[in-house]
């Protein structure tokens, strides 16, 4: 092992925090221009893609699940600065929703699911939460009559954030065997090397 493996080894707790900020201050950009979006016809308002719940994957795929709800709680702060407490109340509970799933799927397949797998389920579960909150917000069960609109509108942003992670994963990869990290998902089974996200 070479001294630059050597020194870059033992700054390997550095690596990850600096890469961990990396991700947090990129899911709050995908944040801020999703907000900057329309109101999508016949949804709730707030209704958003979830581009930023890309960065929530590759942190759940590249740390855990610990470090994959400090992006999702930093995104629930960041709406409920900029778009009030109904924003930060809406995020919060679809970003734990999705983001508890995408820990449960990674625990139990320890890295052989596929990268719609992840983003399909946490999608629609994303979403539902997030029309849980609402209908608990305003007090009224109509709001329970766009649930298969919303459903559809779940697999449509599920199918584009999951291959947007699949297109990104290589990269990060590449990124966090560069600086000596292991994927959390490979620290668990060492067999299953790049094994997600690399089929739909």
């Not at 009030?84 to 625990?107: E, I, M, P, V, W």
Request: net charge positive; with cysteine.
């Amino acid at each position: 092992m070479t001294r630059l493996h050597i020194n870059m080894a033992k700054q390997k707790p550095l690596w990850q925090l600096s890469l961990l900020g990396m991700l947090g201050a990129l899911a709050l950009a995908l944040s801020y221009l999703e907000g900057l979006l329309p109101a999508f016809p016949f949804l709730p308002p707030g209704a958003k893609p979830g581009f930023s719940n890309i960065i929530t994957m590759l942190t759940a795929y590249a740390f855990g699940f610990p470090q994959a709800l400090y992006i999702t709680l930093l995104k629930a702060l960041f709406a409920g600065l900029t778009r009030g407490l109904t924003a930060f109340l809406l995020s919060l509970t679809g970003g734990l929703c999705s983001t508890a799933l995408l820990g449960l799927l990674l625990r139990l397949k320890k890295g052989n699911v596929s990268a719609l797998g992840l983003s399909l389920p946490a999608a629609l579960l994303h979403n539902l939460g997030q029309l849980c909150m609402a209908i608990l917000l305003s007090s009224s069960l109509q709001l329970g009559r766009i649930a298969p609109v919303l459903l559809l509108f779940s697999l449509g942003s599920g199918i584009v954030t999951g291959f947007a992670f699949q297109a990104l994963l290589p990269a990060l990869q590449r990124l966090l065997r560069h600086y000596a990290i292991t994927p959390h998902y490979e620290t668990e089974n060492p067999k299953q090397t790049d094994r997600i996200g690399t089929r739909s």
